[in-house]
């Protein structure tokens, strides 16, 4: 089902009946031919590098989306991909319905055509195609880099637009003149972002290439907020859709499949996987998507570490499910292969589902606040210090050069995620393995799956300070003598 108009970004719809989208501002689409310089003109109005940009054709396929404030004024900037009607396949085919759904949902439209190439009977019957649509549209004729240039957008204004710009995308020539009267066709936005949205809970869609990510973030959001097809890489920005299901926000972002580093020889796929990276480590939660048909590889396992080592909540999504014979459909089993294979995953809950029928789907909205929730926990003083007298009563540290290391007491000192600081005596010599010791008690004790878990371990300063167990009886002992 297409969306209705806006449904990505604003307003409700029958086509979301569990998440609607949060941004209720003015929408200015960006289409154009491949290679016209689209994403960068997305980058600079967003001054970001969200969008990956190379020479090569056809870069950009799903919709990029981010506020853009311009003029005082706000609204989403949607980057499309290229439209090319000469191309028939199938991806190219996805790419054409994107640009156009993003086109319909705009408020305004911003045609983008290269200027040293020259008018294009293609810029003309995406023009007349978009003229249909009854919406403000304005014609930026880029890669003007310098006034004398300015001459080659005379053929433009065949196309009968009234605003016919020279720009500089790259460079930012006229950028500022073309957007102001943009900004000034634009309605005043609906509603303001509320301070719900704004603590919306981010999480990243990674995986290997061709898992299933794609059609994850469809089935999630209700509709084809991103391109699917076979070709593994076919989603190379990270991908961002806001959305809120049962009164909570989150900031969805579809990722570009992460190859081993020999395989990812192409430069805008190293850049794809840089932004995937980047956005699980901007995320609080990743979903990382694995394929049910095959076992999990140590790829998987690397980019959970990944998640792990920058202190980011996970959950472990086995798609795929239902293109698994009946007889070999012992989940059980193979969660405790994975977890005896890869010791690391076994702290991670783990969800088995299909994104192509939606078996299992709904179970993950409920692991997301679940884990979200473990990864900013408070963790209480008072509890803290009786799990870690508790640990080393049961299990004494091991000795260091003739000394056993003592604990005076544990406090929490930051969440997202949840780190703990024990004062010690040699905090330079608790050995790995009573590190992991500690860590499985306090996990165990505050119920902390899905989220990593920091201990530090300082040296203590205050000269009057002991440990808790040793303490309480010193105290005793000079009462008693009273």
Same mark, same amino acid.
């Not at 969805?252 to 020999?262: E, I, S, Y």
């Not at 606040?369 to 640990?391: I, W």
């Given at each position: 089902?297409?969306?209705?108009p806006?449904?990505?970004i604003?307003?409700?719809?029958?086509?979301?009946?569990?998440?609607?989208?949060?941004?209720?501002?003015?929408?200015?689409?960006?289409?154009?031919?491949?290679?016209?310089?689209?994403?960068?003109?997305?980058? *600079?109005?967003?001054?970001?590098?969200?969008?990956?940009?190379?020479?090569t054709?056809?870069?950009?396929?799903?919709?990029?989306v981010?506020?853009?404030?311009?003029?005082?004024r706000r609204?989403?900037?949607?980057d499309?991909?290229?439209?090319?009607?000469?191309?028939?396949?199938e991806?190219s085919?996805?790419? %054409?319905?994107?640009?156009?759904?993003?086109?319909?949902?705009?408020?305004?439209?911003?045609?983008?055509?290269?200027?040293?190439?020259?008018l294009?009977p293609?810029?003309?019957?995406?023009?007349e195609?978009?003229?249909?649509?009854?919406?403000p549209?304005?014609?930026?004729?880029?890669?003007?880099?310098?006034?004398?240039?300015e001459?080659?957008?005379?053929?433009?204004h065949?196309?009968?637009?009234?605003?016919?710009?020279?720009?500089?995308?790259?460079?930012?020539?006229?950028?500022?003149?073309?957007?102001? %009267?943009?900004?000034?066709?634009?309605?005043?936005?609906?509603?303001?972002?509320?301070a719900e949205?704004e603590?919306?809970?981010?999480?990243?869609?990674?995986?290997?290439?061709?898992?299933?990510?794609?059609?994850?973030?469809?089935?999630?959001?209700?509709?084809?907020?991103?391109?699917?097809?076979a070709?593994?890489?076919?989603?190379?920005?990270a991908?961002d859709?806001r959305v809120?299901?049962?009164?909570r926000a989150?900031?969805?972002?579809?990722?570009a499949?992460?190859?081993?580093r020999p395989?990812?020889?192409?430069?805008?796929?190293?850049?794809?996987?840089?932004?995937?990276?980047?956005?699980?480590?901007?995320?609080q939660?990743?979903?990382?998507?694995?394929?049910?048909?095959e076992?999990?590889?140590?790829?998987d396992?690397?980019?959970?570490?990944?998640?792990w080592?920058r202190?980011?909540?996970?959950v472990?999504?086995?798609?795929?499910?239902?293109?698994?014979?009946?007889r070999?459909r012992?989940?059980?089993r193979?969660?405790?292969?994975?977890?005896?294979?890869?010791?690391?995953?076994?702290?991670?809950?783990?969800?088995?589902i299909?994104?192509?029928?939606?078996?299992?789907?709904e179970?993950?909205?409920?692991?997301?606040?679940r884990?979200?929730?473990?990864?900013r926990?408070?963790?209480?003083?008072?509890k803290?210090?009786?799990?870690?007298?508790?640990?080393?009563?049961?299990?004494?540290?091991?000795?260091?050069?003739?000394?056993?290391? *003592?604990?005076?007491?544990?406090?929490?000192?930051?969440?997202?995620?949840?780190?703990?600081?024990?004062?010690?005596?040699?905090?330079?010599?608790?050995?790995?393995?009573?590190?992991?010791y500690?860590?499985?008690?306090?996990?165990?004790?505050?119920a902390?799956?899905?989220t990593?878990?920091r201990?530090?371990? *300082?040296?203590? %300063?205050?000269?009057?300070?002991?440990?808790?167990?040793?303490?309480?009886r010193?105290?005793?002992?000079?009462?008693?003598? *009273?």
């Amino acid at each position: 089902m297409r969306p209705s108009p806006r449904a990505e970004i604003g307003g409700e719809t029958d086509a979301l009946p569990r998440a609607e989208s949060l941004d209720r501002l003015p929408v200015v689409a960006i289409v154009g031919r491949p290679n016209t310089g689209k994403s960068t003109l997305f980058n *600079r109005l967003t001054r970001s590098h969200r969008a990956v940009v190379a020479s090569t054709p056809g870069v950009t396929r799903d919709r990029n989306v981010a506020p853009v404030t311009w003029t005082g004024r706000r609204f989403l900037a949607v980057d499309t991909g290229g439209f090319d009607e000469q191309e028939a396949e199938e991806i190219s085919e996805a790419v %054409r319905a994107q640009s156009l759904v993003a086109a319909e949902e705009a408020d305004a439209v911003v045609v983008v055509v290269d200027g040293r190439a020259g008018l294009n009977p293609l810029d003309a019957g995406l023009v007349e195609r978009l003229r249909r649509l009854h919406k403000p549209l304005f014609l930026a004729v880029n890669k003007i880099d310098t006034p004398r240039q300015e001459d080659l957008t005379a053929e433009f204004h065949a196309l009968g637009l009234d605003v016919v710009c020279p720009i500089s995308a790259e460079h930012g020539l006229n950028v500022a003149a073309l957007f102001a %009267r943009v900004a000034e066709s634009l309605p005043a936005p609906e509603q303001e972002a509320s301070a719900e949205e704004e603590t919306a809970t981010a999480v990243a869609i990674v995986g290997r290439p061709n898992v299933g990510k794609s059609s994850l973030l469809n089935r999630l959001v209700g509709y084809e907020r991103a391109i699917v097809a076979a070709t593994p890489g076919t989603t190379r920005d990270a991908v961002d859709t806001r959305v809120v299901r049962g009164g909570r926000a989150y900031l969805l972002v579809d990722t570009a499949g992460v190859r081993r580093r020999p395989k990812v020889h192409e430069i805008i796929e190293r850049a794809s996987v840089v932004r995937a990276l980047r956005a699980l480590e901007q995320a609080q939660v990743g979903l990382l998507v694995v394929d049910g048909t095959e076992n999990v590889t140590e790829q998987d396992a690397r980019i959970s570490s990944y998640a792990w080592e920058r202190g980011r909540a996970l959950v472990l999504l086995v798609n795929k499910c239902d293109a698994v014979a009946p007889r070999q459909r012992d989940w059980r089993r193979y969660g405790e292969a994975v977890d005896e294979c890869f010791p690391s995953f076994a702290m991670v809950p783990k969800l088995f589902i299909s994104a192509r029928t939606g078996t299992g789907v709904e179970r993950i909205w409920d692991e997301i606040d679940r884990v979200a929730a473990n990864h900013r926990q408070h963790l209480q003083t008072a509890k803290l210090n009786q799990v870690l007298v508790r640990a080393a009563e049961q299990q004494a540290p091991p000795m260091v050069r003739g000394k056993r290391p *003592r604990f005076f007491y544990a406090t929490q000192t930051a969440t997202g995620p949840p780190t703990i600081t024990i004062f010690t005596t040699v905090p330079e010599h608790i050995h790995a393995s009573y590190v992991r010791y500690l860590e499985n008690q306090f996990r165990a004790a505050f119920a902390l799956e899905g989220t990593p878990l920091r201990l530090r371990f *300082r040296a203590r %300063r205050q000269v009057g300070v002991r440990s808790q167990a040793s303490g309480v009886r010193r105290r005793g002992r000079k009462a008693g003598n *009273r």
